[in-house]
């Protein structure tokens, strides 16, 4: 199986913070990563798919890069409503989940 | 709008049965690979199973296989998944999501399983 370890476990932020999260493959997935938002209560929504592809209605202050076995999620000018918990996913092999990103404010 | 509505959720002995049922709406589900995704209590995410459009393929994780059995009724728009021989470590909330590329672009609510005695 491939193991997607997500840093760091959680972040403390201000609003209008530059956010950088990272995930890393244990092995070569190309560009096969997605990027999803969970915030409490809630079930995940798609941010970025393919490492670098906004989802439909995804705001652009989110941006996914990333190839083979490093990937980062930025979320530049970060908004209140961006606190939430954020997953990598690696679908190129049968699917695999970060262990998560939490985001809290400071 | 797209929408998934699971059911069938609840308390079972550890060792007995369970079936979800996840009914879909507002797209052609026949044209749709889905999903069941869990998360156990304060976990993280972790994917079940898989189905092709018609179901002629389906994938497990290796917990699951030979346990779990994911199934559609593409008349219905409804996709399955058959829960047997359960176990503690099986206790989550379980969520129907459809395919996007092989990711996952839409979401159910989700249902919650507990395994317990």
């Known amino acids: 199986n491939t193991v997607m370890t997500q840093s760091p476990t959680s972040m403390f932020i201000s609003v209008g913070d530059r956010v950088t999260m990272n995930c890393k493959a244990s092995?070569?997935?190309?560009?096969?990563v997605d990027w999803y938002q969970q915030k409490t209560g809630q079930s995940p929504k798609l941010l970025i798919y393919?490492?670098?592809n906004r989802y439909t209605g995804v705001p652009d202050r989110f941006t996914g890069s990333g190839s083979g076995t490093d990937f980062t999620l930025t979320i530049s000018n970060m908004q209140a409503e961006d606190l939430a918990v954020y997953y990598c996913l690696q679908y190129n092999y049968n699917p695999t989940f970060g262990g998560g990103t939490k985001l809290e404010l400071k | 709008e797209v929408q998934l509505v699971e059911s069938g959720g609840g308390l079972v002995q550890p060792g007995r049965s369970l079936k979800l049922s996840c009914a879909a709406s507002?797209?052609?589900?026949?044209?749709?690979?889905m999903a069941w995704v869990c998360q156990a209590p304060t976990k993280g995410l972790e994917w079940v199973a898989s189905i092709s459009t018609g179901g002629g393929n389906t994938y497990y994780r290796d917990s699951v296989k030979g346990r779990f059995t994911i199934s559609r009724d593409n008349a219905k728009n409804t996709l399955y998944l058959q829960m047997d021989s359960l176990r503690s470590e099986d206790t989550a909330t379980y969520y129907c999501?459809?395919?996007?590329?092989?990711?996952?672009?839409?979401w159910g609510q989700g249902v919650m399983v507990t395994v317990s005695s």
């Open positions: 999501a459809r395919h996007h590329e092989a990711g996952f672009d839409y």
């Open positions: 092995q070569n997935v190309g560009t096969n």
């Open positions: 507002g797209f052609t589900f026949s044209n749709y690979g």
């Open positions: 393919g490492a670098s």
